[in-house]
């Protein structure tokens, strides 16, 4: 008999047709994200489990079947998982970093350009019929070319954004918690106290995972510190940004503007951000490629298929996990 997986939402099919050839594959049929009591209800029974961002695994869904193998989470953030809850019930937990990171780099890309640029204010006023023809003073914006980006967390996604920033000409700051002298040389980028890069840079771009001590890394104070005249761009997590001090920073001029993937209380978002020009916001669509959101499918899938066939996953959470297993 073959091993079983509830999939909470629809995949690329290439995912699921790997998946089928180990599994038996159950998925959620609906297009929608399911509720903790549904997802319990499909858990129940099965020996693994591939989930979502958008999917609250904690104690009570890992509890649900005592069996449970193995949690595959299909994106590289994973701060929807109870990692320390699943590590003590020795259930190893994956993620699909790597085959996502251009991508996002990519469309934290579009995010700088678009809102220095005003191209999406340009597209509306186009559509709208209100272009009142070329002005000397008409729709400025401030360069990207040659200005100062500071990167808040130099990892995959951050030196991929960094490795565009050189082409741009662009001076890079960053910080990581640890140092990273191969990308110094590489990039000519300087690691930086927060502090430093909130004041220094004219592009502000957030790339930190969302954990405890990253929760509302950037509120009212740490806007205060930024240039007036710069932008705060956010592909990686919401609450990493305190949003309201956000839409009062972006209201009283405070930076220049801001380009967001990603919310605080997704799929909800703060009262008047809607209503801010200088704001261009996306609907968390980082790493939505055909190619990777296939990438990632079939990565989640890898992850999962090797735990039950009894090998280390290719991306491990909680490689604690494992080495416990090894030990016995
Ligand atoms: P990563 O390679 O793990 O990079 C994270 C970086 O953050 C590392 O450089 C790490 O420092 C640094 N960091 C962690 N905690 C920090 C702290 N408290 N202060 C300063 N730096 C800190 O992850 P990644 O693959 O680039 O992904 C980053 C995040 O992007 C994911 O966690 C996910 O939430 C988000 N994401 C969003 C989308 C989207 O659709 N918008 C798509 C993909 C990913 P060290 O290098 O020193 O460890
Ligand atoms: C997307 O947001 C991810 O973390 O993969
Ligand atoms: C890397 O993701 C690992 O710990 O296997």
Avoid at 108 to 119: C, D, E, G
Avoid at 124 to 141: D, K, S
Wanted: proline share 6%; charged share 25%.
């Amino acid at each position: 008999m073959k091993p079983t997986i509830y999939v909470t939402r629809r995949l690329p099919q290439p995912a699921l047709d790997r998946l089928a050839e180990v599994f038996d594959v159950e998925v959620n049929p609906e297009d929608r994200v399911l509720t903790k009591e549904e997802i319990i209800a499909h858990v129940r029974g099965k020996d693994a489990l591939l989930c979502l961002l958008t999917d609250t695994i904690d104690a009570e869904v890992l509890d649900a079947e005592p069996s449970l193998k193995v949690v595959s989470n299909y994106a590289v953030g994973y701060n929807n998982i109870d990692v320390a809850a699943a590590t003590e019930r020795g259930i190893p937990v994956t993620n699909t970093p790597g085959v996502l990171t251009e991508t996002t780099a990519d469309l934290t890309f579009a995010l700088i350009l678009a809102v220095a640029r005003r191209v999406v204010e340009g597209d509306r006023i186009m559509r709208a019929g209100e272009f009142p023809g070329w002005g000397p003073m008409y729709l400025l914006g401030h360069d990207v070319y040659g200005k100062t980006l500071g990167i808040v967390g130099m990892g995959r996604i951050g030196a991929a954004v960094a490795r565009r920033a050189k082409g741009f000409g662009m001076r890079i700051l960053y910080t990581s918690r640890s140092p990273k002298p191969e990308l110094d040389v590489a990039l000519g980028a300087e690691r930086v106290p927060l502090e430093t890069l909130l004041k220094e840079s004219d592009f502000v771009s957030i790339h930190v995972p969302l954990t405890e001590e990253t929760h509302h890394l950037i509120g009212e104070r740490e806007l205060r510190l930024m240039k007036r005249t710069a932008y705060l761009i956010n592909t990686a997590r919401g609450p990493v940004v305190d949003e309201a001090a956000l839409v009062r920073a972006l209201r009283e001029g405070v930076i220049a503007g801001a380009g967001l993937d990603v919310y605080e209380r997704e799929p909800a978002m703060e009262p008047g951000l809607a209503e801010l020009p200088n704001a261009v916001l996306l609907p968390h669509v980082g790493s939505a490629t055909v190619e990777t959101r296939t990438a990632m499918g079939v990565l989640a899938a890898e992850n999962a298929i090797a735990v039950i066939q009894g090998r280390r996953p290719p991306h491990l959470v909680n490689p604690e996990v494992w080495e416990r297993r090894r030990g016995r």
